[in-house]
């Protein structure tokens, strides 16, 4: 015998029935069957909310009822030749008006208890199974169609019976020996006490029933046909790269089940696992895919973890106070208060400590079990030796199951990194002695971030996804992002990464999209995007919550700046081009720092000094190595070296710098570069970064521009530069008589920072720099007599996008 059970997707209408009746019809080749149905998919909702609604005083139950009615009409009538239709058209008819009885009823006596709930819910597998079974006879399939009730007795438990396995198994036994045939139609889901009254076997029972037939006539298999090709490693809404797990245990396949696996009732493993019964998934609307086989041990796969799964809508108790420590049966009182109000617990943990007991239930029950734990120990609270029960709400439940995580070390530790990196606070942890489950109670607002970094953690051993806000698409933006483009196979082939940008920003408008945005046209979409609005974008990304986000401001704005210490408590990791922060007020930069280091999150800032040069990680390296840094040299600024490799006496000074702003090099204002503000900045973050608390005005500016070039506009500054020009050539001049070169160097020396004009000698590391090139020399403890010089060219937008790039790279492998 096999015992197949189809659920509400499978007859959701006349579609869906055929295909069900297809599958049916092949297997009655293979051997007997026993065919178990659900409700048409909805119809018990349905069903309930007339209750209820009469129950309340509502009138539109009746809409309800005739919603139902008509349904099944219409099903009748796409499914049923007319010449069948009569008779089931008599039976739905005569069932709809007893319905409509018992709410009348209600109606009229402002109650519905769970009896008649039980009653009104038994109607929407009665219907569907009876319409089945006339689609059959219109086919000629022998069957013969059986009323669950008359098999399955159970206690008196209504919406939630327990099934009295004994007289089961001999009732339907005696059946199917009395009554042959090739195979059995039976409503799943109803059941009957011993008065005969219909019970429930609880919401989601159809699985169940399939069980427990499967287990009473020692079935071959059992399988469970729905809208998906099995379990899977995490819920797909969740989850979009969650596999089907081809094959897994009774245990683990219970341990998902009660965690939220939706696909399978939990109490359906218990009757096939006791004799032993293989259980399959399967998909109607795919009957060829493998599916999932479920069985007393699973095949071996390498992996310790066989899936994930969450519970939400949890509520967290926390009973606390010194007078539990040491006393026996504190623990039994909770739990017999809970019990009283019929609150199942789901999570247990206690300190060592014995101080406290903590235990996660349903959110519903969360104000009716404050009450009953209050009361129990009132006493004890008047005392002041426990506090009043702690209810923490807007809790979810995620857990890792796996047989074979016993026997793997370090999994938890795995799991509570993945989370920690992203900023999934954990309020409670628990793991049974079988490590077959390890759960842990967070927000509800990180469960969708949470369980798809534990699923790349664990299950995709390919690709980790990267999701990018940009800030300031401009010049070196819009490089970075042709960069992502050309990389993006290298990186998911290589690296193992899948990097997506989902917010664009400019100074005028945003472009934000949880699910990726197309760069191939992201010019045309951003245009058109909402007004730039810092606040709701910080909003968006907080409210997002997306994994492993990494925020990058290739702006020069102060307030773009002033949202790092709002994203990286939420382990958004930033990645800044924007030198202002790290070259701010030094309680501002501290904060920063060690907010990343706080929430194991990245702040990279390598572009501040020397754009793509690995000046700031090459100090890094050192410091962290144990060198000392004893003096800095560098010269920082591509626009002065510029200006002044190509600055001769030929041509004006300022024609000189209009070539450099032209071309790109300067700043808008090309004061903030020639003054050697942009100079100070750089060399204030480099002593920084070496260990130096200093700041801006700490820093001897030794300017070589006229005071009357830093007033008014930039067009007042040009027609200043042409009148001092003959300042620039003399400065020209008294290097050149020496053989030397004019260059703008920062220095850093016993703790005392400048920047200023120097004349440099041919063999100086600073003489042979062209074009835009900068450089750094480090004298340090192990560089003392030959200094660690770094050189490259240290502007333009293709080099310093592919500093951001590489910064990007190292906060995404955190």
């Known amino acids: 015998m096999i015992v197949l059970k189809f659920g509400g997707t499978s007859v959701a209408n006349a579609e869906n029935i055929s295909k069900t009746i297809a599958i049916v019809t092949a297997a009655m080749k293979e051997d007997k069957l026993m065919v178990v149905v659900s409700a048409l998919g909805g119809t018990t909702d349905l069903l309930l909310g007339a209750g ?20 099944h009409f219409d099903t009748i009538q796409n499914l049923i030749p007319v010449s069948h239709q009569s008779s089931i058209i008599f039976e739905v008819k005569r069932h709809i008006n007893e319905l409509e009885d018992l709410c009348d009823g209600i109606f009229l006596i402002g109650e519905f208890s769970p009896k008649t709930s039980d009653k009104i819910a038994s109607y929407g597998e009665l219907l569907s199974s009876l319409i089945i079974s006339q689609r059959l006879t219109s086919l000629a399939v022998d069957h013969r169609w059986v009323d669950s009730r008359n098999l399955i007795r159970t206690d008196s438990n209504y919406t939630y019976a327990a099934v009295d396995t004994k007289t089961t198994i001999a009732q339907t036994r005696k059946y199917l020996a009395e009554n042959d045939a090739p195979f059995y139609l039976l409503p799943g889901f109803i059941a009957a006490d011993e008065k005969g009254n219909t019970t429930t076997l609880g919401r989601g029972g159809s699985d ?15 399988e469970i046909w729905t809208d998906v090709s099995g379990m899977m490693t995490a819920d797909p809404r969740l989850v979009p790269n969650a596999r089907v797990i081809p094959n897994i245990s009774y245990q683990e396949a219970m341990e998902l089940s009660h965690f939220g696996a939706k696909v399978l009732y939990a109490p359906t493993i218990q009757p096939v696992m006791a004799k032993g019964i293989p259980l399959w998934i399967k998909n109607t609307f795919a009957p060829t895919d493998y599916g999932t086989e479920i069985e007393k041990k ?8 066989s899936g994930l799964s969450s519970i939400d809508k949890v509520s967290l108790l926390l009973l606390e106070g010194s007078g539990m420590i040491g006393i026996p049966g504190f623990s039994k009182r909770l739990f017999e208060a809970l019990a009283k109000e019929k609150i199942n617990v789901i999570l247990i943990t206690q300190s060592s400590s014995e101080y406290s007991i903590c235990v996660a ?46 026997s793997h070390q370090g999994i938890s530790g795995r799991m509570f990194a993945a989370m920690g990196r992203n900023g999934v606070n954990i309020r409670a942890i628990a793991q049974g002695s079988s490590e077959k489950n390890i759960s842990a109670v967070i927000t509800s607002a990180d469960v969708r971030k949470a369980i798809n970094v534990l699923h790349e953690e664990f299950f995709e051993t390919t690709y980790k996804q990267i999701n990018l ?46 699910n990726g945005i197309d760069l191939n ?13 810092l606040a709701q974008l910080v909003t968006f990304i907080s409210d997002k919550n997306l994994r492993n986000s990494i925020f990058i401001d290739i702006t020069a704005n102060a307030d773009v700046a002033q949202i790092y210490s709002k994203l990286l408590p939420k382990s958004v990791s930033v990645v800044a081009c924007n030198k202002i922060a790290a070259s701010g007020p030094y309680e501002q930069y501290s904060q920063l720092k060690s907010l990343a280091r706080e929430y194991t999150t990245s702040y990279l800032f390598e572009t501040n000094v020397g754009a793509g040069l690995p000046v700031i990680g090459t100090l890094t390296d050192l410091l962290r190595s144990g060198d000392e840094i004893d003096g800095i040299e560098a010269v920082l600024s591509g626009t002065l070296n510029f ?21 790109g090099y300067t700043e808008p204002d090309p004061r903030l570069d020639l003054g050697g503000t942009d100079v100070m900045r750089k060399i204030l973050i480099l002593a920084r970064e070496s260990g130096q608390h200093m700041e801006m005005a700490d820093i001897a500016n030794n300017s070589f521009l006229p005071a009357s070039c830093m007033e008014g506009d930039v067009a007042a500054f040009y027609v200043e530069l042409a009148k001092h020009e003959s300042h620039f050539r003399k400065l020209y001049d008294e290097a050149f008589e020496k053989g030397q070169k004019l260059k703008f160097v920062a220095q850093l020396d016993k703790g005392k920072a400048s920047v200023g004009l120097q004349h440099i000698s041919k063999e100086h590391d600073f003489f042979h ?6 450089a750094v020399r480090f004298t340090t403890k192990r560089y003392a007599q030959q200094p660690l010089v770094i050189k490259g060219a240290g502007a333009g937008a293709e080099v310093t996008a592919s500093g951001i790039f590489a910064d990007i790279m190292r906060a995404a492998r955190v």
């Open 208 to 222: 169940y029933t399939g069980a427990i037939y499967a287990a009473a006539v020692d079935a071959s298999r059992l």
């Open 769 to 774: 720099l062209y074009g835009k090139d900068n």
């Open 521 to 533: 046209s992201y010019k045309d979409k951003l245009g058109a995007g909402t007004k730039t609005d």
């Open 361 to 406: 239930i349903e959110a519903a029950s969360a104000d009716r079990a404050k009450k009953a734990v209050d009361e129990e120990f009132a006493n004890e609270i008047a005392l002041e030796k426990l506090e009043p029960l702690q209810v923490e709400n807007n809790l979810s439940i995620v857990a890792l199951v796996g047989d074979n995580m016993k």
């Open 298 to 305: 699973a095949h071996a796969t390498g992996n310790a973890v």
């Open 469 to 514: 806000y940009i800030a300031g698409v401009g010049n070196v933006g819009s490089r970075l992002i042709a960069q992502l483009q050309q990389q993006a196979s290298y990186l998911r082939d290589h690296l193992g990464l899948q990097v997506r940008v989902v917010g664009l920003i400019n100074s005028r408008t945003m472009l934000l999209d949880e």
């Open 52 to 71: 209820r609604s009469a129950a309340e005083g509502l009138t539109d139950y009746k809409e309800k009822l005739k919603t139902i009615e008509q349904r």
């Open 643 to 663: 200006v002044f490799n190509n600055y001769d006496g030929t041509r004006p000074f300022a024609e000189v710098v209009k070539q450099a702003q032209d071309e």
